[in-house]
């Protein structure tokens, strides 16, 4: 059992892993938070913290190579997955870090590299329980709203629970296919023609999947397949599904 520290009000559940780290704790350790004053999202995006949602870091060290760490998304994206089930909430996984119910986003992701040697992570993990941020430009849900009746302490230990089971099922990396396939089975978007943005550019093509890596498969209308692997994806379907037409 992988123990945790709780703090009432924190600047970042992730800051707080780099300054531990620093200090010399390097886990396993979850550090849960009832409330941030600076959440952090992917690329240094505000993650909303308010008070009845779950926010977490596990800080991790891995016997594995650096290459692996953009899988971790995605066995935290199962894990999460799963307590949304538990609570009979259906999701949707997004590339590469979102959960989502009905479109709407119901959690956040963010891995960070805490060392290369020996290789440490921390796992930041905010999910909605009780409320739903406004004010973004993205829809946002929590678990209370989709009728699940629970509590961010319920959920905290359901989480803690489903992600050890997922890392263990995912290996360091050699278990990753088997994460890949369950991930593709609940994401939004696979098999469509959807359009991509890196940097200053807008590449369209259809979504086949993702690699071993965790890369994008965009397929163009000639030539092979691209690998990205990082940019903003726009998927029509989901655009269609949060303007309520279809």
Request: charged share 15%.
């Amino acid at each position: 059992m992988i123990p945790t520290r709780h703090y009432p009000t924190i600047d970042s559940t992730n800051r707080e892993a780099h300054r531990l780290f620093a200090s010399g704790e390097h886990g396993p350790l979850f550090l849960l938070a009832d409330e941030q004053t600076a959440g952090k999202g992917r690329l240094d995006r505000t993650w909303a913290s308010l008070r009845g949602n779950c926010y977490s870091t596990l800080i991790i060290p891995l016997d594995a190579e650096i290459s692996v760490v953009p899988q971790i998304g995605f066995v935290v994206a199962l894990a999460i997955a799963a307590v949304l089930q538990t609570n009979t909430v259906q999701p949707q996984l997004k590339w590469p870090n979102d959960v989502l119910v009905h479109g709407a986003k119901i959690a956040g992701i963010l891995c960070e590299v805490l060392s290369n040697q020996p290789l440490t992570i921390a796992i930041g993990c905010g999910i909605n329980v009780a409320h739903a941020p406004a004010g973004f430009s993205y829809p946002a849900t929590c678990l209370n709203a989709e009728g699940a009746n629970t509590t961010r302490d319920d959920v905290f230990q359901s989480y803690k629970s489903m992600l050890e089971k997922q890392l263990i099922r995912w290996n360091n990396g050699e278990g990753f296919p088997a994460i890949r396939s369950a991930w593709t089975n609940l994401a939004i978007g696979i098999g469509e023609i959807i359009t991509m943005t890196v940097a200053d550019r807008h590449l369209t093509g259809t979504f086949e999947g993702i690699t071993e890596q965790g890369a994008v498969l965009l397929k163009p209308p000639h030539g092979p397949p691209d690998v990205l692997h990082a940019g903003d994806m726009h998927i029509p379907s989901l655009a269609r599904l949060r303007s309520g037409t279809t």
